[in-house]
C-alpha cells in the first residue's frame, strides 16, 4: 500500500494523504510546500516539498470511445477495423524551465555582480598589484595574483548559490552550497509588494524586493540587489490578478 502522510496543525486536511494527493494541494495553491507532514510507514516527520519532490504532474488516461459504424441492409461483411489515433503526448512550453515539482518557472534570477562592487574592486587592486610586483619580486607578484583569483571565485560562489524563482504559484529564494536553504511565499497569500532603490546601487539599477504575507508580520521572501526589480514586482501583481504568462 502507497505511503501516506499525515498533516501537521492542519485542521482542514485530517486524514492522511497520498503523495498525489500532497502535489495536487500545492499545485492548486491550498498547501505551501514548506508545511511538515508525518509518515505513517515510518513516523519520520518530512516537508512537503521533499515528499513531493521530482513527481511529474499525473496524467489523466484519455476515456476510451467505442467504436461506432453503422450497419445498413446491403451490409456484407464484417466492419472495417477503424484506426484509433495515437495519443497526444503532452508537449511542454519550450520557452520555460520548470521545478522539480512541474511548475513553470517565470522569472530566475541571482543578485548581480555589482551588488559585490567592493570586493571586485579588492580584486581588480590585487590584480594591479600583482602586475607591478612582477617586475620586481615574481614571488609576491604570483600571492597577489592568487589572491586576486581567489576573491573572485568567492564572489561568484556567492552569487551563483543564492536563487530567486518565481512561479504561477509562489516566489521562492534559494541559498547555500552544500546544503540548500529556501523560503518561500505562495503568490494567493501575499498581501504586500515593497521595492527599494536607494543610494548607489539604486543608481546602478539594482534594488531589494521584500515580500509579505498576511499569516506574518514581517517580511515573508527578500530579493536583494536584482536588477529590473519592478518588472518582477509587475509579474507577481499579474499572476495575483490570474494572468497566466503561460498562455501567452
Known amino acids: 500500500m502507497p505511503a501516506r502522510y499525515a498533516l501537521q496543525n492542519h485542521p482542514a486536511f485530517s486524514d492522511p494523504l497520498s503523495k498525489e494527493d500532497l502535489y495536487t494541494l500545492v499545485a492548486r495553491g491550498s498547501l505551501a510546500r514548506g508545511e511538515m507532514v508525518v509518515s505513517d510507514e515510518t513516523g519520520a516527520t518530512h516537508t512537503v516539498g521533499e515528499v513531493i519532490g521530482g513527481m511529474r504532474p499525473p ?3 484519455p476515456m476510451a470511445r467505442p467504436a461506432f459504424r453503422e450497419i445498413t441492409p446491403d451490409f456484407e461483411g464484417p466492419p472495417e477495423e477503424i484506426e484509433e489515433e495515437p495519443e497526444e503526448e503532452e508537449i511542454e512550453d519550450e520557452r520555460y524551465n520548470y521545478t522539480s515539482s512541474g511548475e513553470p518557472i517565470l522569472h530566475h534570477s541571482h543578485p548581480s555582480w555589482l551588488a559585490y562592487a567592493k570586493t571586485l574592486f579588492l580584486a581588480v587592486l590585487l590584480a594591479i598589484a600583482a602586475g607591478l610586483l612582477f617586475l620586481f619580486e615574481p614571488t609576491y607578484a604570483i600571492i597577489a595574483l592568487v589572491a586576486s583569483i581567489i576573491v573572485l571565485f568567492g564572489v561568484f560562489v556567492a552569487r551563483v548559490t543564492h536563487d530567486y524563482i518565481v512561479t ?3 516566489v521562492e529564494l534559494l541559498w547555500g552550497i552544500l546544503g540548500r536553504s529556501s523560503k518561500e511565499a505562495r503568490i494567493c497569500d501575499i498581501r504586500s509588494i515593497d521595492v527599494y532603490e536607494s543610494g548607489l546601487k539604486g543608481m546602478l ?8 504575507t498576511a499569516a506574518n ?3 515573508e521572501v527578500q530579493f536583494r540587489d536584482l536588477r529590473r526589480a519592478h518588472e518582477v514586482k509587475e509579474l507577481v501583481r499579474k499572476l495575483q490578478s490570474g494572468v ?5
Open 59 to 61: 496524467r489523466q488516461a
Open 205 to 212: 539599477g539594482l534594488g531589494t524586493i521584500d515580500f509579505s
Open 217 to 219: 508580520a514581517g517580511i
Open 244 to 248: 497566466d504568462p503561460t498562455e501567452d
Open 168 to 170: 504561477p504559484q509562489r
